[in-house]
C-alpha cells in the first residue's frame, strides 16, 4: 500500500510535468515569410495567448506587431486558434494545446 507521502509526491510530479509541457504553436507561411529565420511550429510555455505572443516576439522581434495591435487586441487580419475555437489575448493555453496564427485572406 502506498503511503500518503508518496501519493503526494506521485501527484505532485504529476502536476510538475504537465505544467512543463509546452503548447505547440502553427504559425502560417506568409507570417514565417516576413521574419527570416523563424519556423512554422515552435513549441513554448505560454499561460495565455498574449504570453504566447511576448514569446514569439521574443524569439523574432517585431512578430508580435504583426499579431498585436496597440488596443491591444489581435489584429483584424489575423486569427488565432487555441484548439480549433477562436482565440483571444485572454484565451488561457494548457499544456498540449495547439495554437494556429493564420493571416486572413481577402481578394474579389
Known sequence: MARRDDLSDAAGHASAVRAALP???????VLCDLFPGSRREVSMVAAT??????ELDRLWPGMGDRIRDSRPAIRK????????????LKTPLA???????LTAISGG
Open 49 to 54: 495567448v498574449a504570453e504566447m505572443i511576448d
Open 95 to 101: 499544456p498540449g494545446d495547439e495554437v494556429y496564427v
Open 23 to 29: 503548447v505547440t504553436v502553427k504559425l502560417s507561411p
Open 77 to 88: 487580419h489575423m486569427n488565432v486558434f487555441v484548439d480549433g475555437s477562436r482565440a483571444s
